[in-house]
Protein backbone atom coordinates (compact mmCIF):
# COMPACT_ATOMS: atom_id res chain seq x y z
CA UNK A 1 0.00 0.00 0.00
CA UNK A 2 1.09 3.48 -1.10
CA UNK A 3 1.64 6.21 1.85
CA UNK A 4 3.07 9.59 2.36
CA UNK A 5 2.70 10.48 5.30
CA UNK A 6 4.26 14.56 6.55
CA UNK A 7 5.07 15.63 9.71
CA UNK A 8 6.47 18.68 11.16
CA UNK A 9 4.49 21.42 10.47
CA UNK A 10 3.92 24.07 13.45
CA UNK A 11 3.77 27.71 14.37
CA UNK A 12 6.58 29.91 14.31
CA UNK A 13 7.44 33.53 14.26
CA UNK A 14 8.60 35.11 11.02
CA UNK A 15 12.92 34.50 10.37
CA UNK A 16 12.31 31.20 11.91
CA UNK A 17 13.10 27.68 10.71
CA UNK A 18 11.19 24.25 10.41
CA UNK A 19 12.37 20.66 8.50
CA UNK A 20 9.18 19.18 6.75
CA UNK A 21 9.88 14.96 6.47
CA UNK A 22 7.41 12.63 4.31
CA UNK A 23 7.78 9.49 4.91
CA UNK A 24 7.08 6.66 2.03
CA UNK A 25 5.99 3.44 2.17
CA UNK A 26 4.94 1.00 -0.27
CA UNK A 27 6.86 2.27 -2.88
CA UNK A 28 10.67 3.66 -2.86
CA UNK A 29 11.40 7.41 -3.17
CA UNK A 30 14.65 6.90 -5.26
CA UNK A 31 12.98 5.70 -8.09
CA UNK A 32 10.37 9.09 -7.92
CA UNK A 33 10.66 12.54 -8.78
CA UNK A 34 9.81 13.76 -5.57
CA UNK A 35 8.13 17.12 -4.99
CA UNK A 36 6.88 19.90 -2.08
CA UNK A 37 3.48 21.58 -2.82
CA UNK A 38 1.76 23.85 -0.79
CA UNK A 39 -1.93 25.27 -0.79
CA UNK A 40 -3.06 28.36 1.46
CA UNK A 41 -6.13 29.46 2.44
CA UNK A 42 -8.21 30.42 -0.95
CA UNK A 43 -5.34 29.86 -2.91
CA UNK A 44 -4.58 27.03 -5.30
CA UNK A 45 -2.01 24.53 -4.88
CA UNK A 46 1.15 25.91 -5.77
CA UNK A 47 5.16 23.49 -6.26
CA UNK A 48 7.73 24.27 -3.86
CA UNK A 49 10.49 22.33 -4.24
CA UNK A 50 11.15 19.38 -6.19
CA UNK A 51 14.23 16.49 -6.46
CA UNK A 52 14.80 14.23 -9.48
CA UNK A 53 15.96 10.94 -9.39
CA UNK A 54 19.26 11.51 -10.20
CA UNK A 55 19.49 14.39 -6.85
CA UNK A 56 18.68 17.69 -9.19
CA UNK A 57 16.97 20.05 -7.16
CA UNK A 58 14.54 22.86 -8.27
CA UNK A 59 12.60 25.28 -6.66
CA UNK A 60 9.91 28.28 -7.17
CA UNK A 61 11.68 31.59 -7.34
CA UNK A 62 9.86 32.50 -3.99
CA UNK A 63 11.72 29.92 -1.89
CA UNK A 64 14.97 30.13 -3.59
CA UNK A 65 17.93 30.95 -1.25
CA UNK A 66 15.55 29.86 1.85
CA UNK A 67 14.27 25.77 1.38
CA UNK A 68 16.28 22.61 0.83
CA UNK A 69 14.79 20.01 -0.45
CA UNK A 70 16.66 16.87 0.81
CA UNK A 71 15.86 13.14 0.58
CA UNK A 72 17.02 10.00 3.08
CA UNK A 73 17.17 6.66 0.67
CA UNK A 74 18.11 4.67 3.88
CA UNK A 75 14.53 6.23 5.38
CA UNK A 76 12.81 6.71 2.24
CA UNK A 77 12.02 9.89 3.80
CA UNK A 78 11.95 13.32 2.04
CA UNK A 79 12.50 16.52 3.65
CA UNK A 80 12.20 19.99 3.49
CA UNK A 81 14.26 22.36 5.42
CA UNK A 82 12.89 25.90 5.60
CA UNK A 83 14.77 29.03 6.76
CA UNK A 84 13.84 32.59 7.00
CA UNK A 85 10.12 31.63 7.32
CA UNK A 86 7.88 34.30 6.23
CA UNK A 87 4.40 35.44 6.52
CA UNK A 88 3.53 34.12 3.48
CA UNK A 89 4.78 30.85 3.80
CA UNK A 90 1.70 30.07 5.66
CA UNK A 91 -0.27 27.35 3.79
CA UNK A 92 -0.81 23.38 4.24
CA UNK A 93 2.50 21.72 2.96
CA UNK A 94 2.04 18.30 0.55
CA UNK A 95 4.95 15.79 -0.21
CA UNK A 96 3.94 14.23 -3.60
CA UNK A 97 5.68 11.23 -5.93
CA UNK A 98 5.69 11.18 -9.50
CA UNK A 99 7.96 11.07 -12.88
CA UNK A 100 9.87 13.66 -14.05
CA UNK A 101 7.83 16.41 -17.07
CA UNK A 102 9.71 18.85 -18.50
CA UNK A 103 10.80 20.81 -15.31
CA UNK A 104 9.06 19.53 -12.70
CA UNK A 105 7.41 15.97 -11.15
CA UNK A 106 4.15 14.72 -12.16
CA UNK A 107 2.16 13.77 -9.40
CA UNK A 108 1.03 10.42 -8.91
CA UNK A 109 1.31 9.72 -4.83
CA UNK A 110 -0.16 12.20 -2.58
CA UNK A 111 0.37 12.75 1.50
CA UNK A 112 -2.59 14.19 3.88
CA UNK A 113 0.07 17.35 4.24
CA UNK A 114 1.33 19.25 7.21
CA UNK A 115 -0.01 22.67 8.77
CA UNK A 116 3.11 25.55 8.61
CA UNK A 117 1.86 28.66 10.19
CA UNK A 118 4.41 31.79 10.19
CA UNK A 119 3.22 34.81 11.98
CA UNK A 120 4.76 38.51 11.83
Known amino acids: QVQLVESGGASVQAGGSLRLSCAASGFTISNYCMGWFRQAPGKERERVAR???????GYTDSVKGRFTISRDNTKNTLYLQMDSLKPEDTAMYFC??????????????WGQGTQVTVSS
Open 96 to 109: AAGFWSGDWCTSKY
Open 51 to 57: IGRSGTT
